[in-house]
């Protein structure tokens, strides 16, 4: 099960979690933060080498992409789809 998150800090753009944190905020598993990285779907994600830090900025913007009223809207926020 996923858990709704929104993170608050003074300085969200330059203020990272490690996947570890993020998946914890998430309640999912560790993998499923890889095979976005991988596949795409999550997060934006920023290298440090080899490290791998998640904006707190991102987290929150790709939380809110992904907010639904009801299945088949658009997010919350998005609009009318037009027909």
């Known amino acids: 099960m996923f858990k709704t998150i929104h993170?608050?800090?003074e300085d969200p753009k330059n203020t990272f979690l490690t996947?570890?944190?993020l998946a914890d905020n998430?309640?999912?598993p560790l993998s499923r933060l890889t095979g976005w990285r991988k596949y795409g779907g999550g997060p934006a994600f920023t290298k440090f080498g080899k490290?791998?830090?998640y904006?707190?900025?991102a987290i929150n913007r790709w939380s809110?992409?992904?907010?639904f009223q009801r299945i088949g809207d658009l997010p919350v926020g998005a609009g009318r789809r037009s027909r």
Do not use: M, N
């Not at 809110?64 to 907010?67: A, G, K, N, R």
């Open 7 to 9: 993170i608050e800090c």
């Open 19 to 21: 996947p570890q944190e």
């Open 26 to 28: 998430l309640g999912c």
């Open 51 to 53: 490290a791998v830090g």
């Open 55 to 57: 904006s707190v900025d």
């Open 64 to 67: 809110e992409e992904h907010t």
